[in-house]
């Protein structure tokens, strides 16, 4: 009796595949849209639209169909992350002149990755349950056009399938110039940036994430870690130009040269505790010593002034976690009647 031959296989140096770790990745409210279309004859379609097909209401089975492959998507798809899902629609619309029938799949989720497999997912098993309650009348249906309308949240903010979408979907989309019509300002602390040693990194960045929201640019200044200057600055900008939000970048670490914290507290007519705890707690995202960083932001008259780390590295992370709320921010508190 021959031995069993033994299959040898070569030691892999490299997975073939891997699931992409998230846990530095902050975790932000993240909604996608998919949708798809299925189409039939002018039968089968009228049978859906009166509820006469032998299996029942098609589209509420639909509808309980996508929900539940939504739910599914890490079952089905290997490198898909397990998320806790927070809500998921379906909303099936009837064409009649062309005998289609579009469904569209929300899904929503506070988490660290996006939710666009779990929108297509729910709107794939929606359309083939319809075919499957269908098929007996129509043989012939065809499935098309499926593809991911939107997806918010994450570094890439919002992003909009460059086809175009509906109407009635981008009226519901935040606005992504959420500083439209605000005033800004920018300064930098800096010794070394000061005196022309190396070149101002964080300040460039603050100005085109702020323009980008919407906002005018007032001043960007570059200044060392000087205490007086420091003040007279701040102080000057908020009451000669009386910018809605100014950013101080640099200076909130440990050291004896990282004074801007203390100087802000001393010009404030009120420190916001809060913004600086919100900044530190999102920070530890990205690193262990977040807590280091003493961040912070008061109000010097009628402008809001916020105290970053000076990284343009820290200062982008720091933007992506103010960025959701802070147009709302600034509007609540014009609305506490500060004068200007």
Known sequence: MKPKQVIEFPLATEPNFKMIDVGRKRTTRRRAIAAGTI???????????TGQLPKGNVLALAEAAGITGAKKTPDLIPMCHTLPLDQVTIHCSLNEPESSITV????AALAKTGVEMEAL???NAALLTIW????????????GEVKLLVKTGGKSGVWINPEGIPDWLGAQLPDPQSLKGKKAAVLVM?????????QDKSGPVLTELLET????????KVIPDNREDIKDKISAICQELKPDLLIASGGTGPGPRDITPDILEEISDRILEGLGDLLRTESLNFTDTAWLSRMTAGMVGPTLVIAFPGSPKAVKECWDVIEPFIGDALDKIAAQGFAK
């Open 213 to 220: 929201a919407g906002a005018k640019i007032l001043e960007y």
């Open 39 to 49: 189409y039939m004859n002018a039968e089968a379609f009228e049978k859906i639209k």
């Open 121 to 123: 997912a729910g709107a």
């Open 190 to 198: 800096s010794d070394r940036a000061a005196k022309g040693e190396y």
């Open 104 to 107: 569209y799949c929300q899904a």
């Open 132 to 143: 499957d309650l269908t098929k007996g009348t129509d043989p012939a249906l065809k499935i």
